[in-house]
């Protein structure tokens, strides 16, 4: 059974960086792309971006400016990296395994990241 | 991109009636690349429909999905207890990947 799991700080400061890494466990990284989703308190989902396991990459241009995906085979981990956060940003953080095509079948279990000073 | 619209934003029914969720594109969807997805409170999406009509894994069959181009549906066909969550469309058809607002399912 594959298995995600989100770490990364719970708290950042406004301008500063979120970074976040989502390790799979269960199965390898490899023949399939994964993504980086994220939900506002309250609100819906918002796709940020996905990798691909040999690195290529799509991003949404919403916040393309600001986003870097990567991905480390050896650890079977992939990150995010969001920077000069806002208010804005604070959100539950997801990553997921995309499966047939885009639809994505495992999620971890998201972790709150907050912007606030 | 794509902007998916659902109705209603709230469906108030009772176990073992029949619940129709609907998701309207503003434009086609490629390849109908459409999915639905349940979430109930504090935990993570789950995967019910790709494609527009293919039940994911482990998915029983009182779910359904139909439609094509813009219009899309997700049938329940008997309520139960476990099924009222809020609901979300998404399209891949096309980057970048776009969700809709969601439709809350509660029990009447």
């Known amino acids: 059974q594959v298995q995600l799991q989100e770490s990364g700080p719970g708290l950042v400061k406004p301008s500063e960086t979120l970074s976040l890494t989502c390790s799979v466990s269960?199965?390898?990284?490899?023949?399939?792309?994964w993504s980086w989703i994220r939900q506002p308190p309250g609100k819906g989902l918002e796709w940020i971006a996905y990798i691909y396991y040999s690195g290529s990459t799509s991003y949404n241009p919403s916040l393309k400016s600001r986003v870097t995906i990567s991905v480390d085979t050896s650890k079977n981990q992939f990150s995010l990296k969001l920077t000069s956060v806002t208010a804005a940003d604070t959100a539950v953080y997801y990553c997921a395994r995309d499966y047939g095509s885009g639809s994505h079948d495992y999620w971890g279990q998201g972790t709150l990241v907050t912007v606030s000073s | 991109e794509i902007v998916l619209t659902q109705s209603p934003g709230t469906l108030s029914l009772s176990p073992g009636e029949r619940a129709t969720l609907s998701c309207r594109a503003s434009?086609?969807?490629?390849?109908?690349?459409l999915a639905w997805y349940q979430q109930k409170p504090g935990q993570a999406p789950r995967l019910l429909i790709y494609g527009a009509s293919s039940r994911a894994t482990g998915i029983p069959d009182s779910f359904s999905g139909s439609g094509s181009g813009t219009d899309f549906t997700l049938t329940i066909s008997r309520l139960e207890p476990e099924d009222f969550a809020v609901y979300y469309c998404?399209?891949?058809?096309?980057?970048?990947?776009?969700f809709g607002q969601g439709t809350k399912l509660e029990i009447k």
């Open positions: 998404q399209q891949y058809g096309s980057s970048p990947y776009t």
């Open positions: 269960g199965g390898s990284i490899t023949s399939y792309y």
């Open positions: 434009q086609s969807v490629s390849s109908n690349y």
